[in-house]
């Protein structure tokens, strides 16, 4: 069985922060590519004249560090092995009480969707989610649990691994965050910096997306999908 390193991301993911939609991501790679597409990354950063510990994020980004940003952005569609799955759901309106359901069950769910499109059973899977807080490790087990549950894995053959990592030491997972902070930028109408138009449009450009709406399921480089309760309800 191949097995496929999954390293995912998120935005906007909390009940009451005031955004309208949450943004969640995934870039993922064969586990024996890893080693080589950081090493290429690095060579980028290194080009630009940015320390390997340099950290990748969408917030960072700058004028001068657009040329870096938008390398980044061409090496990831140039790359085969590379691909990203993001889902845009909207939170407002949620009737969380008349499903019987919490936030957190919403957020599972929403994570399931997100990536059940990326899993072949004859694959096996490692996933890796930000720290974000100290719930880290409860939200990872029940992820695997709702993973497993849903594809009858019970004995975690194909989702043999899920586990956080601190995203300034892996530059995959900062691939994630730069391309989810790509999506909810665009879907948030934000016109706070030329650069980061500028980005979301070399992503349009090398995509043939516009960002706002769903692209059909089985798109592999760089798949959307949008999410609202008129679709679907909680669970």
């Keep these: 069985m191949e097995q496929i390193n999954i390293y995912c991301d998120e935005s906007c993911h909390l009940q009451n922060d005031g955004k309208p939609s949450m943004v969640l991501g995934a870039v993922w790679c064969p586990k024996d590519k890893t080693k080589e597409i950081t090493t290429r990354i690095n060579e980028i950063k290194k080009k630009y004249n940015l320390k390997n510990s340099a950290e990748i994020k969408w917030t960072k980004i700058s004028p001068s560090k657009s040329e870096f940003y938008k390398e980044l952005i061409n090496y990831f569609f140039d790359n085969e092995f590379l691909h990203f799955r993001g889902l845009v759901a909207d939170k407002r309106n949620l009737q969380y009480e008349k499903f019987q359901q919490t ?82 930028y665009s879907n948030r109408n934000l016109q706070t910096s030329s650069t980061k138009k500028e980005l979301i449009e070399l992503i349009m450009n090398r995509s043939g997306l516009n960002l706002t709406h769903s692209t059909f399921p089985r798109e592999s480089k760089f798949n959307l999908f949008f999410w609202s309760k008129s679709k679907e309800e909680i669970l």
């Excluded at 599972?108 to 930000?130: A, C, G, Q, T």
């Excluded at 993973?147 to 530059?171: A, G, V």
Aim: aromatic share 16%.
């Design 103 to 184: 936030h957190d069950d919403w957020y599972y769910r929403m994570y399931f969707i997100m990536l059940k499109n990326i899993f072949n059973p004859s694959e096996k899977y490692r996933i890796y989610l930000d720290i974000k807080d100290t719930k880290g490790g409860s939200k990872i087990k029940e992820l695997q649990n709702v993973l497993c549950r849903n594809f009858e894995d019970y004995s975690k053959k194909i989702f043999y691994n899920l586990q956080l990592i601190r995203s300034y030491e892996t530059p995959l997972i900062q691939i994630t965050d730069l391309l989810i902070g790509a999506l909810s």
